[in-house]
């Protein structure tokens, strides 16, 4: 395809049944308003860390919600658990809540406790 300046994308299939989603039950089962997000975004175009990084909050929830990890793991540190996320929400999401979680579950993850 090179010849042509262009090549095809790899297929994108989001394998809900293969997908690690233990993170995200464990967030679930300890903060039921986790399941509330609408993913509009509020708390992103409001984050403080999204202000300087690429982070978004809204995009590491649905993330989780697949079972799609990794990138959440790589960037949930930099979260500086300021709030201003909670304050915008309008479904009252608790999201500093949640990121502790998720920082406790890849924590417990590493050590095999979840
Ligand atoms: S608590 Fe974290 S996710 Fe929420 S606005 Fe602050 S830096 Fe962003
Ligand atoms: S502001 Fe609340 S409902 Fe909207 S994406 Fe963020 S957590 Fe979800």
């Known amino acids: 395809m090179d010849k042509f300046g262009f090549t095809l994308s790899k297929a994108?299939?989001?394998d809900l049944d293969s997908n690690d989603r233990s993170i995200?039950?464990?967030i679930l089962r300890n903060e039921p308003s986790f399941s509330l997000c609408i993913e509009c975004g509020c708390c992103a175009s409001t984050c403080t860390a999204g202000t300087y990084t690429p982070f978004s909050l809204r995009e590491l929830q649905?993330?989780?919600?697949?079972?799609?990890n990794e990138k959440v793991r790589t960037?949930?540190?930099k979260c500086m658990l300021c709030?201003?996320?909670s304050l915008v929400c309008p479904r009252g999401v608790n999201t500093r809540n949640i990121i502790e979680?998720?920082?406790k579950a890849f924590k417990n993850q590493e050590t095999h406790a979840i």
């Open 24 to 26: 995200a039950e464990y």
């Open 62 to 68: 649905i993330l989780l919600k697949r079972g799609e």
């Open 75 to 77: 960037n949930i540190g």
């Open 101 to 103: 979680l998720a920082k």
């Open 12 to 14: 994108r299939v989001i």
């Open 83 to 85: 709030g201003k996320c």
